[in-house]
Structures are given as structure tokens and as C-alpha cells.
């Protein structure tokens, strides 16, 4: 699992819109990424609004914020437009970024075990080091949380 002061690993994902993300190329600003388990549920919806609704002011601090999850960019597409999502949305349906993060964890439900995505967020600085990270985070209040952080690199 990524934690804080651990460079964070390079990748290149598909955007919805079209466009490719490479993470290195965004450098010197200051990056947040959120992993989210899936498009259109409830906490996944209420996130997403969250960092929509602060997106201007992660901007004014300098900050990108990307919201990455297993969805297609299809499926993000969509997510986008029900719901007025401002944040762009990057797929990794592979996996691959997930567990370079270390948010492709094992779960339970009703005593069932499966995989899926650990809803988790990275702070990124400018050099590429992970300057916070947060793991099994809660919805409410993460995504102002997480703009303070920003606020205070």
C-alpha cells in the first residue's frame, strides 16, 4: 500500500472525454487522486459530487483532482453527464493502477469475500511524492479534507 513519502507510481489511463492522463506529465502541480469502487452508487455518487463541487477551488490552490476507478470511459461518461460531474474520471479496468496503489484489496459482504477497490485518495506534490494519503475513507467531509491539504503544501 502507497502511504505518504513514497514516490508515486508513473501511469498513463484513459480519460473520459477521450484523452489519455499520464500522471509524470502533469508535474510541478500538485495532484489528487481518488479511487472509488464504482460509478452511479451512492457513496461513489456523493464523492464525486463533493470534489465536483470544490473543483474550482482546487484549481485556484494550483491542484488537478481525478477520480479513478474499474469503470470503462464509457461508464464515466455517462456517471458525468446523470450526474453534472465536473472532475474528470480515469479507467483503469485492468487494474493495474489499483494495485500499484494498493487499493485493490479483498473485501466481505454478508460474509461473502471478493475484490474490489478500497475507496482511498493520494495527495500528490509537485516532485511526485505522495504528501498524504488516506485510506478507507469515509464520504462526508473528505473531499473539504482533503482541499485543506492541498491549501497546506
Known amino acids: 500500500m502507497i502511504d505518504s513519502g513514497q514516490t508515486a507510481p508513473d501511469f498513463t489511463l ?8 499520464t500522471l509524470s506529465a502533469l508535474r510541478p502541480a500538485p495532484v489528487v487522486l481518488y479511487f472509488y469502487p464504482k460509478d452511479d452508487t ?14 474550482a477551488e482546487f484549481e485556484a490552490a494550483g491542484a488537478r483532482v481525478f477520480g479513478i476507478s474499474k469503470d470503462s470511459v464509457e461508464k464515466h461518461g455517462k ?4 450526474h453534472e460531474l465536473s472532475v474528470p474520471l480515469l479507467s483503469d479496468e485492468g487494474s493495474d493502477v489499483c494495485e500499484r496503489y494498493g487499493v485493490w484489496v479483498e473485501k466481505s ?26 485510506h478507507k475513507v469515509k464520504v462526508p467531509g473528505h473531499a473539504e479534507e482533503v482541499l485543506e491539504a492541498v491549501r497546506a503544501l
Do not use: H, N
Open 14 to 21: 484513459p480519460q473520459d472525454g477521450g484523452a489519455d492522463v
Open 42 to 55: 451512492s457513496g461513489c455518487t456523493k464523492e464525486a459530487i463533493a470534489f465536483s463541487g470544490l473543483l
Open 79 to 82: 456517471f458525468r453527464c446523470k
Open 109 to 134: 459482504m454478508y460474509g461473502k469475500k471478493y475484490f474490489g477497490i478500497e475507496r482511498s485518495t493520494f495527495l500528490i506534490d509537485g516532485s511526485g511524492t505522495v504528501a498524504r494519503a488516506w
